[in-house]
């Protein structure tokens, strides 16, 4: 979906420039208290292509989240929610299945900013979006240039610090960035373990790397939770 811009769950063209300008200017027009009521009213009226959209952008935010912090079920019937009240196919059980564990704990916080952490999301994604499917792939495939930079950039374009800037790193790029969706937890980690980094990066990403690189040559399974 990030690159050739096709839906998660169907061969629809759906992760267009256009489809995340239009989810965007929809999602920014809020005066409603929560998300979940905010886009049963922003939404009203749009065509296919927001909900279903919507439906994806949405299965991303639930992808990370643990199930001691989001049960299964509810990450379930916030999307079928949103599939219902636009009147589209609802993802089956079977595209669901991977939301089923998670990956790690959020936190409560990651449910209260759950409207930025969704403009997060698309944000990002319009960043790629701007580039050739060529381009796209490259910056992808280059973890702590390219990937990171426009990382960076959709945070600082939504003015907000929030965890899925950590969360599509770690998807995208789990090898080099590690499953943490927390930036305190990050450098909680690195002062604890400091004595054992032989130098020291600049990023917080690049010492958590090398701190497991590290761990990892002493032990078979570094988790540090």
């Known amino acids: 979906c990030l690159i050739d811009d096709r839906s998660l769950f169907t061969d629809e063209v759906l992760w267009t420039n256009e489809h995340l300008h239009t989810l965007q200017t929809l999602l920014e027009r809020s005066d409603v208290r929560t998300f979940d009521d905010a886009w049963r009213t922003q939404l009203r009226g749009a065509d296919d292509a927001m909900y279903a959209l919507l439906v994806e952008v949405l299965y991303m935010y639930y992808l990370f989240p643990q199930s001691s912090a989001v049960r299964y079920e509810t990450k379930k019937r916030k999307l079928l929610d949103v599939a219902q009240a636009g009147g589209i196919a609802r993802p089956t059980d079977e ?76 998807l995208l790029a789990p090898t080099y960035y590690a499953c943490i969706a927390s930036s305190a ?16 990066e600049d990023d917080i990403d690049r010492q958590l790397y090398d701190l497991r690189q590290e761990l990892a040559a002493q032990m078979e399974h570094v988790d540090f939770y």
């Open 185 to 200: 937890h990050k450098t909680q980690i690195i002062e604890a373990f400091k004595h054992v980094l032989k130098h020291r």
């Open 95 to 170: 595209q669901l299945q991977p939301l089923q564990a998670g990956l790690a704990a959020t936190g409560t916080f990651y449910n209260a900013a759950k409207y930025d952490e969704v403009r997060y999301i698309v944000q990002f994604a319009l960043s790629l979006k701007y580039l050739t499917s060529e381009q796209r792939e490259a910056v992808l495939a280059s973890p702590w240039e390219g990937l990171k930079r426009l990382l960076v950039e959709a945070r600082q374009t939504i003015q907000k610090h929030v965890q899925m800037e950590h969360i599509l790193a770690h």
